[in-house]
């Protein structure tokens, strides 16, 4: 079975500052990696997806993560804060003919400081 | 209107009473799921269903059932509602071909606090 790790449940960067989310997964067969994240009162929204193309993947807003397999990480980063950032972040796994189930990470709430 | 809907958005119930929760979408998408999400815990699947005539248990089954009336309806029952049942309640879709394959599309939410 597949799980995902997020080191810290909070993260807090300062307006300007470099943003990085940790992700940790876990797989037996070669997985695809997804950052979500969730406003407040709101659905989760992807930002990004790997698939077993390009390691490096740019998403929304900004955000970008690289799959390193040596390492088992798929981290989330973004060069420069912005106080809409602020959210809770969620990153997940799936296996290839999985049906799309997707395993979360327990998330890391990201706050954002002038 | 939002791709995939949700209702009711907020509910406040009483332990023994039977709840349901109701999920509908205009994507399209033959693949829908349940989810529950725990602060601190992230989220946890409850049941999916590839098709209308398919339907099977996530990780955390116990205490609820599901209905797929039809492709765009999917719904959630807790047929006893308890304490523990308190969480926000996720339902998502997918579509396994094209440029959307592997993504879920999440409906905003269904806050459920039994008491």
């Known amino acids: 079975a597949q799980s995902v790790t997020q080191l810290g449940s909070h993260v807090s960067v300062s307006e300007g500052a470099l943003v990085l989310l940790r992700c940790n997964y876990s797989?037996?067969?070669?997985?695809?990696l997804f950052w979500y994240v969730q406003y407040p009162n709101q659905g989760l929204q992807l930002l990004l997806k790997?698939?077993?193309?390009?390691?490096l993947v740019k998403g929304i807003n900004g955000f970008e993560a690289e799959f390193k397999k040596s390492e088992t990480s798929f981290h989330l980063t973004k060069p420069s804060a912005h106080m809409s950032d602020a959210a809770e972040y969620f990153c997940?796994?799936?296996?290839?003919?999985?049906?799309?189930?997707?395993?979360f990470g327990t998330g890391t709430q990201l706050k954002v400081e002038l | 209107d939002a791709d995939v809907t949700q209702t009711p958005r907020n509910r406040i119930t009483k332990t023994g009473k039977r709840i349901m929760l109701e999920c509908s979408q205009t994507?399209?998408?033959?693949?829908m799921y349940w989810y529950r999400q725990d602060p601190g815990l992230g989220l946890r699947l409850i049941y999916y269903?590839?098709?209308?005539?398919?339907?099977n248990k996530g990780e955390i089954s116990d205490g609820y059932s599901v209905s797929r009336q039809a492709q765009a309806k999917f719904s959630l029952s807790l047929e006893s509602a308890i304490p523990n049942q308190t969480a926000l309640y996720f339902c998502?879709?997918?579509?396994?071909?094209?440029?959307?394959?592997?993504?879920?599309?999440f409906g905003a939410g269904s806050r459920l606090t039994v008491l």
């Open positions: 998502a879709t997918s579509d396994p071909r094209g440029s959307g394959a592997n993504v879920l599309t």
């Open positions: 797989s037996s067969v070669p997985p695809y």
């Open positions: 790997y698939t077993s193309a390009a390691t």
């Open positions: 997940a796994v799936s296996v290839p003919g999985g049906g799309n189930k997707l395993t």
């Open positions: 994507k399209g998408h033959d693949r």
């Open positions: 269903s590839f098709d209308v005539k398919d339907i």
